[in-house]
């Protein structure tokens, strides 16, 4: 029997984490949404690293659920339709420095009624796409002078 709930358990916590990966100059969205018509609008926080029992403590971007109230950075974005509780957090121009955990964490009220979800984004290098330049068809051609023979 007490095999079964470790079992339980360890299959909750393996769920509450989720691995994205981006490419150094792209945009990553990192999903995170409510049920806005059954909970109305709710304040929502993003934050780096694991969300701490109350509210975010390195936190990243904040709504109110109407409206974003802070940003720490103009990279991060609430892209998501906020009226749906679409909370997903888009960051812009991807560096390797964004690597690492991400957590969102939706506040409902009631104690320990959160919403948390955490996310492990891992950034590559983006692949190098080969350059080619096509002649300029736009430059005028420079009229040769005729020979002798020519005329």
């Given at each position: 029997m007490k095999v079964v709930l470790l079992l339980a358990l360890l299959t909750v916590c393996e769920c509450d984490g989720s691995r994205v990966k981006g490419h150094t100059g792209q945009d990553v969205t990192l999903?995170?949404?409510?049920?806005?018509?059954?909970?109305?609008a709710l304040s929502a926080?993003?934050?780096r690293g694991e969300i701490?029992?109350?509210g975010c403590s390195n936190?990243?971007?904040?709504?109110?659920?109407?409206r974003v109230l802070t940003r720490a950075s103009s990279r991060y974005e609430l892209l998501g339709r906020l009226e749906d509780g679409d909370v997903?957090?888009?960051?812009?121009?991807?560096?390797?420095g964004d690597a690492g955990r991400y957590g969102c964490r939706v506040e409902i009220p009631g104690p320990f009624n959160d919403e948390k979800h955490h996310f492990d984004l891992s950034v590559v290098t983006a692949p190098q796409t080969p350059t080619w330049t096509a002649p300029n068809s736009e430059t005028p051609t420079e009229p040769t002078a005729a020979s002798e023979g020519d005329l």
């Open positions: 999903p995170c949404k409510y049920d806005r018509k059954y909970h109305g926080c993003w934050q701490p029992t109350r936190q990243l971007i904040s709504t109110d659920g109407l997903s957090l888009t960051i812009m121009n991807l560096t390797e």
